[in-house]
């Protein structure tokens, strides 16, 4: 089945600084892919996607970049806020099969202090 | 005003009972997911449910078995609990099982003992 990689496990930066979380997968079935953002104690919360058929889109300061090839994707976050600080998950899901079911990453958990 | 509750926040089990995870949805939503966030693996899928019915069921064991009372209603019933079984159980809904939008519920944190 799907796999998921995410590095680094952890960043803690300045206010300020730009940050990039890197994921790849397996499964080239694998079509699109969420982010989602989780503060301490807080639920997951939805920030950034990217369809298979893309290579770049950005919201505010979130760019997220995927290449199909190598399948990897990258999250840029500029200017980050102490707001910033939390877990942030890569998922993947497969455009075939077991349509809904995502496979998450491991998590960056991110820092961001002023 | 959160849009899927879970009930309760928190619970503390003994090894070899039985418990029951509520999950409720006010967004509509037609499928239905339960994961696991445990210290030791990442988030995991465990079941999908689309109109009350079980679509996918990635949980080897059988003691986790999940009920649907109602279209807005997921509930994951665990019996026979052990210590492995501690974990953060996370429900989470789509329009359909096709949608991109996941919304997570906050999250059931159980201790078992």
């Known amino acids: 089945g799907e796999q998921v990689e995410q590095l680094p496990s952890s960043l803690i930066v300045q206010e300020g600084a730009s940050v990039l979380i890197n994921c790849s997968y397996t499964?080239?079935?694998?079509?699109?892919f969420p982010w989602y953002k989780q503060e301490p104690g807080k639920r997951l919360q939805f920030i950034i996607d990217?369809?298979?058929?893309?290579e770049r889109k950005q919201n505010q300061r979130l760019t997220l970049l995927f290449d199909k090839k190598t399948k990897h994707l990258s999250l840029h976050i500029t200017a980050t806020q102490p707001g910033d600080s939390a877990i942030y998950f890569c998922?993947?899901?497969?455009?075939?099969?077991?349509?809904?079911?995502?496979?998450f990453g491991s998590g960056t958990r991110l820092q961001v202090y002023a | 005003d959160p849009k899927i509750i879970q009930k309760p926040k928190y619970l503390v089990a003994v090894t070899g009972s039985e418990k029951i995870l509520i999950c409720e949805q006010y967004l509509g939503h037609n499928a239905m997911y339960w994961y696991r966030q445990s210290a030791k693996k990442p988030l995991e899928f465990m079941f999908s449910?689309?109109?009350?019915?079980?679509?996918d069921n990635q949980t080897a064991s059988s003691r986790f078995q999940p009920q649907s009372s109602k279209k807005n209603h997921l509930d994951l019933q665990i019996t026979a609990l052990k210590p492995d079984d501690s974990a953060t159980y996370f429900c989470a809904s789509s329009q359909d099982r096709g949608s991109s939008d996941y919304t997570f519920g906050s999250g059931t944190r159980l201790l078992v003992i």
């Open positions: 998922s993947a899901r497969p455009g075939t099969q077991v349509v809904g079911q995502l496979t």
């Open positions: 499964d080239s079935a694998s079509v699109y």
């Open positions: 449910y689309s109109y009350q019915k079980l679509m």
């Open positions: 990217i369809r298979s058929n893309m």
